[in-house]
């Protein structure tokens, strides 16, 4: 007979009573002999590392005995064989179809996908290789020195992430991204360009959204202006799943690179929404990022829960949101061209995860989606850090470095960069008591008072956990995987939380009511539906204006 699983609601409970009754601190945990070893897993040269956190092997086998009762497991093989799990949309959500194998044939609602994908990866491939060999080149014959992706969301955070991260891999035209409606965006990069040797690729999965249609149609009139109507086709590509409104921008149709409704935007970096990437690096590099996301792929789906990074990453988080009860989680990268990793991972986590309903329709019973935020280190520790030693609030911490950079003639550097992140850690796990506080002050000198006054500012609670994920280089293969990595963790926790990690309702209202104020706004006058502080502000605008 084989035993009963447990509810997720019995192993919440589980879990909370051994959260309860916990003795000792995170530090106490490293008495137990191989705690390290128990505590990380690696899969290649990429080492997860989440011994510092409060996690024993009980608690551990609890979050396990949650994923099964949750069917993490059967969920995600629905997803990767193309059923429609994204409920709300009836929609399937295969952006691992994008970098798996070609040759396995991938039926979604009886169509084999798989031949449209390498198709478009083809075409992208061909397009992004003329582009760098200035084959395909401006109206005036002149080769792209610089590309521009216009687009917002995930039509902007993965390219321009990935983009970042990839830098030392650059041998293509300069990559810009324009995103953000705000005029000053668009407006302090066209300084900067010569038209005729300016591609625009304008990004968008919808082709509606507001904020992208007009920086297009800005960059179009700045082609017109400079080179004349007939230059647009030569000027322009597109990356969009809306062929039909594409085409009636203008675009020639060998310039437009579809995708599927099955890829989320903030799952599109593998699509042809990554064609300023693959511009930039070239068409093999980016195999290798999919190969990288491909591996993570396999991984993912074949490694017993208890070895399988993206589970466990994910059994970490709930542990801290669920049990532990932290509402925000930092991801500090100790790797510079990572700068825009947290906001890549601020739109994946919670544009997935802020949900509060579950996917049968009703109100959530635990929190969801964390806050998620960060910096790179070594910045952060001179910004925000401070509350993360010293704060009232406890936030759990995701440390990211390399063993080696790409500037052998800085080792000294890199040396520094390691040294640190392997320092905050242990400081924000051990912190310093009262009489270490005030045994450092009377080694420097201190007596008396000055040392009861000064010392308890000088404190530090410690017992602050955190995950770190240590890889050998950030190379595209690389970033492939951790990327793939916290897609998983997403799609993990969401699992257990029984929300729609792919949809995205909650943008909606704020978009509608925009397109209500807009013509109000526009001429200057106070919008029907707004609210007398909304009418305040506007009145105060007309004031400014009018004076
Ligand atoms: O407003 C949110 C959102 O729909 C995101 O999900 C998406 O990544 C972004 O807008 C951009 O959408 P699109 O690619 O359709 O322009």
């Known amino acids: 007979m084989t035993a009963a699983r447990p509810t997720v609601d019995a192993a919440f409970e589980a879990l909370a009573t051994a959260w309860k009754n916990r003795t000792g601190r995170i530090v106490d945990l490293f008495s137990t002999p191989g705690r390290f070893e128990d505590f990380s897993r690696a899969y290649g040269d990429l080492l997860l590392d989440f011994s510092k956190t409060a996690l024993t092997a009980e608690t551990l086998g609890l979050l396990l005995d949650l994923a099964a009762a949750a069917r993490v497991e059967t969920l995600r093989d629905a997803m990767f064989a193309g059923d429609h799990i994204n409920l709300t949309e009836d929609r399937a959500v295969l952006h691992t179809a994008l970098r798996a194998a070609a040759d396995e044939p991938l039926p979604v609602d009886g169509i084999d996908v798989k031949p449209a ?103 179009r009139a700045f082609i017109v202006d400079a080179l004349g109507e007939d230059a647009v086709s030569a000027h322009f590509a597109a990356v969009s799943t809306a062929l039909d409104k594409v085409a009636a921008f203008g675009i020639a149709p060998d310039r437009i690179f579809g995708f599927w409704d099955w890829v989320g935007g903030r799952y599109s970096v593998w699509s042809a929404v990554g064609l300023p990437v693959m511009i930039a690096i070239g068409p093999d590099r980016f195999g290798e990022l999919l190969a990288g996301a491909a591996a993570m792929d396999a991984h993912f789906c074949s490694a017993p829960l208890d070895q399988n990074l993206p589970v466990l990453l994910a059994l970490v988080g709930l542990w801290h949101r669920n049990v532990c009860g932290f509402p925000s989680r930092a991801v500090i990268p100790y790797d510079q061209r990572l700068a825009r990793l947290p906001a890549y991972l601020q739109q994946l986590d919670m544009e997935s995860n802020g949900k509060s309903v579950t996917r049968d329709g009703k109100a959530v019973t635990r929190p969801t989606g964390p806050i998620v935020w960060g910096e790179p280190g070594t910045n952060a520790q001179h910004a925000f850090f401070q509350l993360l030693h010293q ?84 190379d595209p293969f690389t970033l492939g995987r951790i990327i793939a990595l916290y897609e998983h963790r997403v799609f993990v926790e969401a699992a257990v939380w029984n929300i729609n990690a792919f949809d995205q309702w909650g943008v909606e209202l704020g978009k509608e009511l925009a397109t209500a104020f807009l013509p109000a706004v526009a001429a200057g006058e106070v919008p029907a539906q707004a609210s007398p502080s909304t009418r305040g502000l506007l009145a105060h605008f007309e004031a400014i204006t009018a004076a």
Not at 185 to 194: F, G, P, S, W
Not at 412 to 440: I, K, W
């Open 391 to 474: 704060g009232t609030d406890i936030i759990p911490v995701d440390f990211l470095v390399a063993a080696e950079g790409h500037e052998p003639q800085l080792k000294n550097h890199q040396d520094l960069l390691v040294a640190n992140c392997l320092a905050q850690s242990e400081a924000l796990m051990r912190g310093r008591t009262l009489e270490e506080a005030a045994d450092q002050l009377r080694a420097k000198g201190l007596a008396g008072e000055a040392v009861e006054r000064i010392a308890p500012h000088r404190v530090f609670p410690g017992d602050r956990p955190s995950v770190t994920l240590a890889y050998a280089r950030l």
């Open 117 to 219: 994908v390498a198709d478009t990866l083809a075409r992208l491939r061909a397009f992004a290789a003329a582009v760098r060999e200035g084959r395909i080149a401006g109206a005036r014959g002149h080769a792209f020195t610089d590309v521009v992706n216009i687009g917002i969301g995930g039509s902007d955070l993965g390219p321009v992430m990935v983009t970042g991260a990839l830098a030392p891999y650059h041998d293509g035209p300069r990559c810009h991204f324009v995103s953000n409606v705000d005029g000053a965006h668009i407006a302090d990069l066209m300084k900067t360009l010569n038209p005729a040797t300016t591609l625009f690729i304008v990004a968008s999965k919808t082709f509606t959204t507001v904020e992208t249609m007009c920086n297009a149609a800005t960059a």
